[in-house]
């Protein structure tokens, strides 16, 4: 089955430097990459997701990038706010939706 | 926020004792999930359901049972609650199929003494 590993677990940045949280996976059917979002005590919310087809998506100040070949794709948040503050997962899948383990970002003022 | 309750939102019992989680939307999507969240594992998808008496197993689903009779309504039963069940578990629900974006509910915490 599929395997998703996510990196870093946690990252402390300052407010308007950019981050970025890798993910790899092991399955080449996996053709379906979202990103979640997740704020203390509430449930996850999708932010962003790319499919197998486009190699680059951007949306506002997030982006996600997908190398298929290398079996990883990214997320990137540029110019963070404290408020983008909270717990990422990346996911992928075919059939079914696998989930890494989580990245905590701090964004501090 | 999409139409999806969970219930009970807290819930502490013994070892031993059987479970149910109710999951309930109004968004008439045909796929819904339940997932178990607990820390340094992420989101680990339990079961989930593709149509009504239509469900699968995912990639822990030991130790629990799911049900869906209606459209609206998927259930979680642990038929013998473990320690090892005390989680946070989120049901979601999907119009997009397995690939498509999850709306998940607010979570209910389970306590197993």
């Known amino acids: 089955g599929e395997n998703v590993e996510q990196h870093p677990s946690t990252l402390s940045v300052q407010e308007g430097d950019s981050a970025v949280i890798k993910c790899t996976y092991s399955?080449?059917?996996?053709?379906?990459f979202p990103w979640y979002k997740q704020e203390l005590g509430k449930r996850p919310q999708l932010i962003i997701d790319i499919r197998s087809n486009v190699g680059e998506k951007k949306d506002q100040r997030i982006a996600v990038t997908l190398n298929k070949t290398a079996k990883h794709f990214s997320l990137h948040i540029t110019e963070t706010q404290p408020e983008d503050s909270a717990v990422y997962f990346c996911a992928a899948g075919f059939q079914k939706l696998v989930f890494g383990t989580g990245t905590r970002l701090l964004v501090s003022p | 926020d999409a139409g999806i309750t969970q219930s009970p939102r807290h819930k502490v019992t013994e070892t031993g004792t059987p479970v149910t989680l109710r999951c309930h939307q109004t968004e008439n999507h045909r796929y819904m999930y339940w997932y178990r969240q607990d820390p340094g594992h992420g989101l680990r998808l339990i079961h989930y359901s593709y149509g009504v008496k239509d469900t699968d197993k995912g990639e822990v689903s030991d130790g629990y049972s799911v049900s869906r009779s209606k459209t609206e309504d998927f259930l979680l039963t642990l038929e013998s609650a473990t320690s090892s069940q005390t989680s946070v578990y989120f049901c979601a629900i999907s119009s997009g199929g397995n690939t498509g974006e999850l709306f998940f509910g607010e979570g209910s915490r389970l306590t197993v003494l």
């Open positions: 399955d080449s059917a996996s053709n379906y």
